[in-house]
């Protein structure tokens, strides 16, 4: 099993950044892929990005695409997500999510294990 622990959210203003860290454990070998999803009040969860825990390659959601940045460091089991001139509708909760099987990165589905949230909120 693989555990994740999210940090970084917090209140800001349009326009301003953030950077968001997940933190992984445990069984980390076995990660194919990390995601970052996020789930506003009364919405139901959406993909924002994806990396390729081996190779780095990277997806995005259009929605972000341009804006957001995500990274990661294998050797501090962490992935990052930059986000930068944030507005308004970012406003949600962002879960980090880790693939324990091999699937296209541009597949947004197959997360098996999640992390507990962080709330990020844009104020305009």
């Known amino acids: 099993q693989v555990q994740l622990v999210e940090s970084g959210g917090g209140l800001v203003q349009a326009g301003d950044s953030l950077r968001l860290s997940c933190a992984a454990s445990g069984r980390t070998f076995s990660i194919y892929d990390m995601g970052w999803f996020r789930q506003a009040p009364g919405k139901d969860r959406e993909f924002v990005a994806a990396?390729?825990?081996?190779?780095?390659?990277?997806y995005y959601a259009d929605s972000v695409k341009g804006r957001f940045t995500i990274s990661r460091d294998n050797a501090k089991n962490t992935v990052y997500l930059q986000m930068n001139n944030l507005k308004p509708e970012d406003t949600a909760v962002y879960s980090c999510?880790?693939?324990?099987?091999?699937?296209?990165?541009?597949?947004?589905?197959?997360?098996?294990?999640w992390g507990q949230g962080t709330q990020v909120t844009v104020s305009s």
């Open positions: 990396i390729s825990w081996g190779s780095g390659i990277t």
């Open positions: 999510a880790a693939r324990l099987r091999p699937m296209p990165i541009v597949v947004g589905s197959g997360y098996g294990s």
